[in-house]
């Protein structure tokens, strides 16, 4: 509901004090840090988390599992006495077993490559002894078909068939009238690999592919065992996850204090704190009394402050929308609350179905009453709660449910979608105003003059339409009146001969904000879409009850699946052109960027989620 008030701190104290100094401001999570540079993995977190997930692809957990897996939750308390060594000779054990693993399975390719090297060559008699004897004669592979067999046997050659295609011809040496002819005839000559032969001078390639075979059968087992290690290391991923957040928070510690400035006794920290939290930092401090000295300012002109976003309890789940966005400047105001109730229809008016409403709401009820969750998974369920209130609510008023109409509609989107497409227009209307006045209020709240050419955007928007149906002389005047204010006021220059360009520049803006308006039109779009298509599902699966004995079971999976399917598609393109219309249309009128949220020093974890 408003961005929260910040001071900043600077702290100096002893050089022996600084890890303690910063595991309290973490446990309290009302510091946010001045750092310069970013905190990376050390070398033994990487190996760590290589661990975790060579795990993961073996673990034992079914689909449902995987998707509603709710993550590891565990206390502050209980995680401060997480002990990692217990678990390191583990973790050295698996990196053992998968760079074993790793090795093996590179052997098994070499070899699995090699046999199909001599694939083509396995009914070949001769070892390398053998070839290495003959003085006078070459061995030629040939890889040929019908109508080269015919050629090479027109010419007199004697070819002996070895595998499919593949023919052996005895030659002279040095013989280059046969390989120039070979090569007049593009005839693929096959490379003999001695290379492989070499190392087993005594044995045929047959021989040679049987041990390659039967070396690949004990890599296989090997390979086996090693799976089965794996496995069983994956019953004690938790603890391994466990021990790299424990690791991970330390080396997070130990980052800061390196990053500190510092002397041979003292070190100095910078930061941020909430002004409502004042009191909580100077008890931190307290603990530490005659060690630390710090001091507290509010911000200055030239600082960059981080944005605290605080809103009602109802209120914060729609903070994700401008989480997505991003920070507001601190001097703007929190468009939270102003945005909620647009956001909140939107999503309905895109969904438009009762019963899809009813499901996304119990399953967010159940989400939030059965799974463990953090302060940021719990505002987007809820927001999916609200979101599901809303279509309900929205779907009831058009009279739709699972793709089945109602007997009681206020509104019929499909047959008469104009009376639609207009409450969707006069939305947008109100909104893209309602952006203009938030404009209009920074700009007298920073004695800004262009304030009077925002009023007069908002004064001509609303009196056009008016005009336009009650032609009445008088809104005609106030009409030139406003056009004249945005022509001389919507430059700060004193020049009014420089104001009035930017006035007619502003002027042409008119038609960006009938576009903004129209945009709105997507929500009937969108609505529209979600109705046709749940009609659709019914209409297939209805059909599918004309099967006999399993029509029943065909017609559940094309209900239950094309309805889970166009609850999805839906809800993701309801949230997506919702948070558009919020961002481009609504944001674009007064929205001014930030630096960075606040982001308070806390207990830093990947995997692991902390409760209280």
């Known amino acids: ?13 002893f050089l022996s004090l600084r890890e303690k100094i910063i595991e309290r401001l973490q446990e309290e999570e009302i510091f946010h840090p001045e750092l310069e540079e970013e905190i990376k993995e050390e070398g033994e977190l990487k190996n760590i988390e290589r661990v975790i997930k060579i795990l993961k692809d073996y673990e034992e957990k079914s689909f449902l599992e995987e998707i509603f897996s709710g993550g590891i939750y565990i206390k502050k308390d209980e995680f401060k006495k997480i002990s990692p060594e217990e678990n390191l000779s583990h973790i050295k054990r698996i990196e053992e077993i998968a760079k074993n693993r790793e090795e093996i399975l590179k052997e098994k390719r070499i070899l699995e490559e090699k046999r199909k090297e001599i694939a083509p060559f396995l009914s070949f008699p001769l070892n390398y002894k053998n070839l290495a004897s003959l003085k006078y004669l070459s061995l030629v592979f040939l890889k040929i078909n019908k109508k080269e067999k015919e050629v090479l046997e027109k010419k007199g050659l004697n070819l002996k068939h070895m595998e499919k295609d593949i023919y052996l011809v005895c030659v002279e040496k040095e013989n280059k009238d046969f390989f120039k002819f070979l090569e007049e005839n593009k005839i693929k000559v096959l490379k003999l690999p001695y290379d492989i032969l070499k190392e087993y001078p005594e044995s045929t390639f047959l021989e040679i592919d049987n041990i390659f075979k039967d070396r690949i059968e004990d890599l296989e087992k090997k390979l086996e065992e090693n799976e089965k290690s794996l496995k069983e290391y994956a019953k004690i991923k938790k603890d391994i996850i466990l021990v790299y957040d ?5 080396n997070f510690k130990k980052s800061i204090c390196s990053f500190l400035k510092k002397t041979n006794s003292f070190f100095y920290l910078s930061g941020w704190i909430a002004k409502k939290d004042e009191e909580r930092f100077l008890n931190v401090m307290k603990e530490f009394k005659d060690f630390v000295f710090f001091k507290l300012r509010d911000p200055l002109p030239q600082e960059k402050p981080p944005t605290l976003l605080e809103n009602k309890k109802t209120i914060a789940p729609f903070q994700v929308i401008v989480d997505m966005y991003g920070p507001p ?80 509609k206020i509104m019929d ?7 639609f497409l207009l409450f969707c227009l006069i939305l947008g209307y109100i909104q893209v105003l309602l952006g203009l006045g938030i404009k209009c209020f920074l700009e007298i709240k920073e004695k800004n003059q262009v304030f009077i050419s925002s009023l007069s955007w908002m004064g001509l928007l609303l009196v056009l339409p008016f005009y336009f149906i009650f032609k009445l002389s008088f809104l005609k005047i106030l009409s030139i009146i406003f056009v004249l204010n945005i022509l001389f006021f919507s430059s700060k220059d004193k020049n009014i001969f420089k104001r009035i360009p930017q006035g007619l520049y502003e002027l042409y803006g008119i038609t960006k904000y009938f576009s903004d308006i129209l945009s709105y039109s997507r929500l009937l779009a969108l609505g529209m879409a979600t109705g046709v298509i749940a009609m659709v599902v019914n209409l297939l699966a209805k059909q599918a009850l004309g099967i006999p004995i399993i029509g029943y079971i065909i017609f559940l999976l094309i209900f239950l699946g094309g309805h889970i399917f166009n609850l999805l598609i839906n809800l993701m393109g309801g949230f997506i052109h919702s948070a558009r219309l919020q961002f481009v249309e609504f944001f674009s009128k007064f929205f001014r960027l930030g630096y960075k949220f606040f982001s308070p020093l806390k207990i830093n974890t990947k995997y692991i989620r902390l409760i209280d």
Do not use: E, W
């Open 329 to 408: 400047h601190p001097s703007s105001v929190d468009p939270t609350l102003i945005l909620a109730p647009f956001f909140f229809l939107f999503v309905g008016i895109c969904i438009s179905d009762a019963g899809y409403g009813v499901i996304l709401s119990l399953f967010s009820l159940y989400i939030l009453r059965k799974r463990k969750l953090t302060p940021q998974g719990k505002n987007f369920f809820k927001l999916l709660f609200y979101l599901g209130i809303s279509t309900t609510s929205v779907g009831l008023a058009l009279g739709g449910f699972l793709g089945f109409s109602l007997p009681f």
């Open 413 to 419: 989107m499909i047959n008469k979608p104009f009376n």
């Open 1 to 13: 509901m408003a961005i929260v008030r910040v001071k900043h701190v600077d702290i100096l104290g």
């Open 246 to 250: 424990f690791l991970n928070n330390k």
